[in-house]
Antibody, heavy 121, light 107 residues
Framework: QVLLVESGGGVVQPGRSLRLSCTAS????????MHWVRQTPGKGLEWLGV????????YYADSAKVRFTISRDNSKNTLYLQMNSLRVDDTAIYYC??????????????WGQGTLVTVSS | DIQMTQSPSSMSASIGDRVTITCRAS??????LNWYQQKPGKAPKLLIY???SLQSGVPSRFSGSGSGTDFTLSISSLQPGDFATYFC?????????FGQGTKVEIK
């Protein structure tokens, strides 16, 4: 079955960097676009960005455009989120999610269990 | 960005009740609307895509309807495993945006 496992979360000081990973199994990773989504009690679910199946295109939310970078290594079935200049309000659970495209509609059909990032001094 | 507003924010219901949750978009999104279920400590799970299409494996007591700006998720007969938080999400434009969630609790 489809399995997505995030890792790399933890406690980090403001201004520092962190790289999250999402390791996929149970499907052909290189055939799917992948997203990062984060969740906080205050702002709810917030989409951060997407990377196409082959890594050729990436799109970001305005909140992630400057400081965050999405990448992937299809040989390792792994998705990454590089986060720089972290701020207190980046504290959240970070999820990777698989892109589902059926006709003209898209959705997130599988999610990882999430990894908690806490930005605090 | 398109704003998604759900109502109610929370509700109490009993096993066997019919439950209806509403989601309103700040502008027309045609039928590009998805619904997710999230249980405490777990990731969201896709229930319905494109307003009314049931994701594989989702029980038929779940259904969705609507178009344009107004949408509903219905649960025909609430089961113990349905107590959770439900989110709508528009996929009409980038960035995709989510509603704030509706928590369905046991009465």
């Amino acid at each position: 079955q489809v399995l997505l496992v995030e890792s790399g979360g933890g406690v980090v000081q403001p201004g520092r960097s962190l790289r999250l990973s999402c390791t996929a199994s149970g499907f052909t990773f290189s055939n799917y676009g992948m997203h990062w989504v984060r969740q906080t009690p205050g702002k709810g679910l917030e989409w951060l960005g997407v990377i196409w199946h082959d890594g050729t295109n990436k799109y970001y939310a305005d909140s992630a455009k400057v400081r965050f970078t999405i990448s992937r290594d299809n040989s390792k079935n792994t998705l990454y989120l590089q986060m720089n200049s972290l701020r207190v309000d980046d504290t959240a659970i970070y999820y990777c999610a698989r892109h589902q495209s059926l006709g003209e509609t898209t959705s997130f059909d599988s999610w990882g269990q999430g990894t908690l990032v806490t930005v605090s001094s | 960005d398109i704003q998604m507003t759900q109502s109610p924010s929370s509700m109490s219901a009993s096993i066997g009740d019919r439950v209806t949750i509403t989601c309103r978009a700040s502008e027309n999104i045609d039928t590009y609307l998805n619904w997710y279920q999230q249980k405490p400590g777990k990731a969201p799970k896709l229930l319905i895509y494109a307003t009314s299409s049931l994701q594989s494996g989702v029980p038929s007591r779940f259904s969705g309807s609507g178009s344009g700006t107004d949408f509903t998720l219905s649960i025909s007969s609430l089961q113990p495993g349905d107590f959770a938080t439900y989110f709508c999400q528009q996929s009409y434009v980038t960035p995709p945006t989510f509603g704030q969630g509706t928590k369905v609790e046991i009465k």
